[in-house]
């Protein structure tokens, strides 16, 4: 595997940085609504919503849109969840076995169950949109046919009228 360059690393940490910030706010806006202050909720909410911008800013130079597709990212999406139902979790799962810590093994089977939905779940999305890129194809084929055939028979009558 090529070594990611430096600033390839730093700008997978700053978006890990921000996702998690995001959510973080997410989460502590929830705690202070359910506290009654709605007041510090919405600031949360507020600052959560530009941490959004933040990491689309890196994600537009982690996965640069002109190389994009929707199928590039089905792929992608499968891959990390499924790193996340076959190596992550399960060694996190084993770990919390060893410390004991019963409420993790159970966070950790949930997510696992979970990751595993959904990354069957992008893998009937991928499939089912492989179909209609094919059928596409063969549309735009039958297009390019009909075109060639018309000016077959334009380049013919030039050439009998000349
Ligand atoms: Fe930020
Ligand atoms: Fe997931």
């Excluded at 911008?53 to 994009?68: E, I, R, T």
């Excluded at 590039?72 to 499968?78: D, N, V």
């Excluded at 893998?123 to 194809?137: C, G, S």
């Excluded at 549309?139 to 018309?150: F, G, I, L, M, P």
Aim: proline share 2%.
């Amino acid at each position: 595997m090529d070594k990611k360059s430096i600033t390839i690393q730093n700008l997978e940490a700053a978006f890990a940085g921000e996702s998690m910030a995001h959510i973080k706010y997410r989460y502590f806006a929830k705690v202070a609504r359910a506290a009654g202050d709605e007041e510090t909720a919405r600031h949360f909410e507020a600052t959560a919503d530009q941490e959004v911008q933040h990491a689309f800013g890196h994600l537009d130079l982690l996965y640069p849109k002109d190389k994009l597709t929707p199928a590039r990212a089905l792929e992608l999406a499968i891959e990390g969840e499924t790193y996340e139902y076959t190596e992550m979790y399960p060694k996190f799962r084993h770990l919390a076995v060893e410390e004991g810590n019963q409420a993790a093994v159970a966070e950790f089977d949930e997510q696992i169950a979970e990751s595993k939905v959904h990354a069957e779940a992008f893998r009937a999305v991928l499939e089912k949109a492989a179909k209609r890129f094919a059928a596409l194809t063969k549309v735009e084929e039958r297009h390019a046919n009909a075109y060639k055939e018309v000016l077959a028979r334009v380049n013919a009558k030039a050439k009998s009228a000349a």
